[in-house]
Antibody, heavy 124, light 112 residues
Framework: EVQLVESGGGLVQPGGSLRLSCAAS????????MSWVRQAPGKGLEWVAN????????YYLDSVKGRFTISKDNAQNSLYLQMNSLRVEDTAVYYC?????????????????WGQGTLVTVSS | DIQMTQSPSSLAASVGDRVTITCRAS???????????LNWYQQKPGKAPKLLIY???TLQSGVPSRFSGSGSGTEYTLTISTLQPEDFATYYC?????????FGGGTKVEIK
């Protein structure tokens, strides 16, 4: 059974920093792209960042570029999101998700496993 | 950025009803009959989203066959053939054609 367990959320003041972690088990972590997706209270889903299997490529939502950094440690089966210069509008539940990818005649890309989420509240 | 628009934003239905949700992309998100970059997720209150359908019409393992997806180009549909009590939830479409990955605003399926 795949398990993704996030931690590190909490209350932080605007301008502050927080580091989220996601511990993965039950999947071949080193072969997966991984993602962070967030959901503001009462709102829809918003993709935040992706990281390639070996960590050599990263992609970000424009509004977090330069402030957030996604990373992964394949030896520890862990995914991270370093969040700096936090804003009130970053308040959300942050989900860790595995991003299944197959490229070829039939290309498939989708979020196939999700963690339970960790709440980040940015408020003074 | 590709905008994903779902309709309706909410609906009320009864157990046993047939339900159809539409998702429209602001540009084509398919490049051929076998390359369709549209996925569907189900989310229940306080829970993480769950993958239902990928590449527009392929049912994820373990998902009941009453769920089906279709579409191409810019227009896609999710159909629940016979609504069950456990299907009351919010449904999201998502495009994986290009970055940033984007989701529709969601369709909340409520009990009539």
């Amino acid at each position: 059974e795949v398990q993704l367990v996030e931690s590190g959320g909490g209350l932080v003041q605007p301008g502050g920093s927080l580091r989220l972690s996601c511990a993965a088990s039950g999947l071949s972590f080193s072969t997966y792209w991984m993602s962070w997706v967030r959901q503001a209270p009462g709102k829809g889903l918003e993709w935040v960042a992706n990281i390639k299997q070996d960590g050599t490529e990263t992609y970000y939502l424009d509004s977090v570029k330069g402030r957030f950094t996604i990373s992964k440690d394949n030896a520890q089966n862990s995914l991270y999101l370093q969040m700096n210069s936090l804003r009130v509008e970053d308040t959300a539940v942050y989900y860790c998700a595995s991003y299944f990818t197959i490229f070829g005649v039939v290309t498939k890309e989708y979020f196939d496993n999700w963690g339970q989420g960790t709440l980040v509240t940015v408020s003074s | 950025d590709i905008q994903m628009t779902q309709s309706p934003s909410s609906l009320a239905a009864s157990v046993g009803d047939r339900v159809t949700i539409t998702c429209r992309a602001s540009q084509s998100i398919s490049t051929s009959s076998v390359r369709k970059y549209l996925n569907w997720y189900q989310q229940k209150p306080g829970k993480a989203p769950k993958l239902l359908i990928y590449t527009a019409s392929t049912l994820q393992s373990g998902v009941p066959s009453r769920f089906s997806g279709s579409g191409s180009g810019t227009e896609y549909t999710l159909t629940i053939s016979t609504l069950q009590p456990e299907d009351f939830a919010t449904y999201y479409c998502q495009q994986s054609y290009s970055l940033p990955l984007t989701f529709g605003g969601g369709t909340k399926v409520e009990i009539k």
